[in-house]
């Protein structure tokens, strides 16, 4: 089936149906990043990992049922008024959960990161020649710190 052919059938669907899966999808898509935002907060980073491609498949599936219900609008409130009060609704959850995740996600990156740049720098400190200068102090040698450790910014 071709794209515009699965587009045709979206929009040809009746009404209450074209709702009820589109309201499936996105209860799908609002549990699937709430579990991922329970993992993070718990630092089970890979397990939250794993649902990232569920997370992006059920995200296709509610966007495609969303641009539909976007393009039969008018259709859609005349013959279903209360489904689509009830889509509306569970979209702004969706907006709410997407927040929380978003902001969980963004503190387990810095997390992450200052996890790794403060052993970086423990693993430089270790690695620097123990000399006194000239001016009676121990000198620091930046090119000897951190050999070997990167931070990965891709979280």
């Given at each position: 089936?071709?794209?515009?052919?699965?587009?045709?059938?979206?929009?040809?669907?009746?009404?209450?149906?074209?709702?009820?899966?589109?309201?499936?999808?996105?209860?799908?898509?609002?549990?699937?990043?709430?579990?991922?935002?329970?993992?993070?907060?718990?630092?089970?980073?890979?397990?939250?990992s794993k649902l990232t491609p569920e997370k992006a498949r059920m995200a296709q599936d509610y966007v495609s049922f969303a641009r539909s219900v976007q393009?039969?609008?008018?259709?859609?409130?005349?013959?279903?008024?209360?489904?689509?009060?009830?889509?509306?609704?569970?979209?702004?959850?969706?907006?709410?959960?997407?927040?929380?995740?978003?902001?969980?996600?963004?503190?387990?990156?810095?997390?992450?990161?200052?996890?790794?740049?403060?052993?970086?720098?423990?693993?430089?400190?270790?690695?620097?020649?123990?000399?006194?200068?000239?001016?009676?102090?121990?000198?620091?040698?930046?090119?000897?710190?951190?050999r070997g450790i990167a931070v990965n910014r891709a979280l």
């Open positions: 089936m071709t794209a515009a052919a699965r587009l045709a059938a979206l929009d040809n669907m009746p009404a209450r149906e074209l709702c009820q899966l589109a309201e499936s999808a996105l209860a799908a898509l609002v549990n699937v990043m709430n579990q991922e935002t329970t993992l993070l907060r718990a630092g089970h980073l890979r397990d939250a393009r039969q609008t008018a259709r859609l409130q005349q013959e279903a008024p209360d489904s689509v009060d009830r889509l509306r609704h569970g979209h702004e959850a969706l907006a709410t959960q997407m927040a929380e995740n978003l902001r969980v996600l963004a503190t387990a990156r810095n997390v992450t990161e200052d996890i790794l740049t403060d052993v970086a720098k423990v693993v430089g400190q270790q690695n620097k020649a123990k000399a006194y200068g000239r001016a009676g102090t121990i000198t620091a040698d930046p090119a000897s710190s951190a």
